[in-house]
Each structure stands twice: as structure tokens, then as C-alpha cells.
């Protein structure tokens, strides 16, 4: 299964999804059919780390994350190269549009419905509850996995 989760600057959500959903899939074992990346729908923060409230989140709870990850935006070739691309919010999806006009292939989803939850995945770069936003990623990460059994 190749991912690819995408949130605004790739800094905060779409990286806590790449890194806990591959912790998920390690913890079963899986880690070798599984390709997970994270990129934004913009190009202001590429080249930048994760946010560091994020990595914070990620290391209180045990999550392993590459201190190494950079930022990049999504082009119009990882279409191609992955089976899912999953955004974190609406907004996403509306600017994803704009690098890849067309998806014949529903390959362009939500987490949150993953998860029964017809909502976005909390913004913490406007809130800064990071916990919450750890709490959704975790949960849609967990029923997609289940659906993907």
C-alpha cells in the first residue's frame, strides 16, 4: 500500500500521519508493504522540519519520526506513484485540485471518514492542541488500517 498524506505546509498533520501510521503498521509487522510520505498542497514551508509542537507530540507519545524530514509540495506525478492520497481537511482537497485536476481513480480522500467521522482532522497550527490532533490522526490511521485488512 502506498500513502501519501497531505495537509497545508506539511509541517505539522500530514507528517504526525506519516510517522504514526508507520509506527502502526511496524507494531503488525507490515512495515515492507507499506510505502507512507507526507507533502502540502503549498509551497511556503518547503524545505522546513516539522514544527517542532509536532515533534514534541509525536516523541511524548513514542511515535519514532525522521528528525531529517523536510517539507515539499505535491506534484503532479505522485498521482501516479501512490494509491491513496489522503488530506487532512477540505481545504486540502480544493488546493490538491490545482496540482492534480483530475482523480479518475478516487485515489483523493479524507482521514477522518476512515474513521465513521464526516469532519476535518484538528488544525493545531490555529489552536496549538496538538493532543487533539494526535487523538484524530491516531484514530483515523487505526479504522483505516482496519479497513485495509
Same mark, same amino acid.
Given at each position: ?7 497545508? *505546509? =506539511? ?10 501510521? /508507520? ?12 510505502? @507512507? ?6 509551497? #511556503? #514551508?518547503?524545505? =522546513?522540519?516539522?514544527?517542532? +509542537? ?7 507519545? *513514542? ?5 531529517? /524530514?523536510?517539507?515539499? /509540495?505535491? $506534484?503532479?506525478?505522485?498521482? !501516479?506513484?501512490? #494509491?491513496?492520497? @489522503? ?28 474513521? *465513521?467521522? =464526516?469532519?476535518?482532522?484538528?488544525? +493545531? ?9 494526535? $487523538?484524530?490522526?491516531?484514530? !483515523?490511521?487505526?479504522?483505516? @488500517?482496519?479497513?485495509?485488512?
Amino acid at each position: 500500500m502506498k500513502i501519501l498524506f497531505v495537509c497545508h *505546509g =506539511n509541517i505539522c498533520r500530514s507528517p504526525m500521519a506519516e510517522f504514526i501510521l /508507520k509506527d502502526l503498521v511496524q507494531k503488525r509487522g507490515l512495515e515492507g508493504e507499506w510505502l @507512507i510520505e507526507s507533502a502540502a498542497v503549498s509551497s #511556503e #514551508e518547503t524545505g =522546513n522540519p516539522i514544527y517542532p +509542537p509536532a515533534k514534541s507530540c509525536l516523541y511524548r507519545h *513514542g511515535i519514532p519520526f525522521d528528525n531529517g /524530514k523536510r517539507a515539499r /509540495k505535491v $506534484r503532479t506525478e505522485d498521482y !501516479g506513484r501512490f #494509491e491513496l492520497i @489522503i488530506c487532512m481537511d477540505e481545504s486540502n482537497i480544493r488546493l490538491i485540485r490545482r496540482i492534480i485536476p483530475e482523480d479518475p481513480e478516487g485515489k483523493i480522500r479524507l482521514l477522518m471518514p476512515y474513521a *465513521g467521522k =464526516n469532519r476535518d482532522v484538528a488544525d +493545531p497550527w490555529y489552536t496549538g492542541d496538538f493532543e487533539t490532533t494526535y $487523538r484524530d490522526i491516531v484514530e !483515523g490511521c487505526e479504522a483505516f @488500517i482496519q479497513k485495509k485488512k
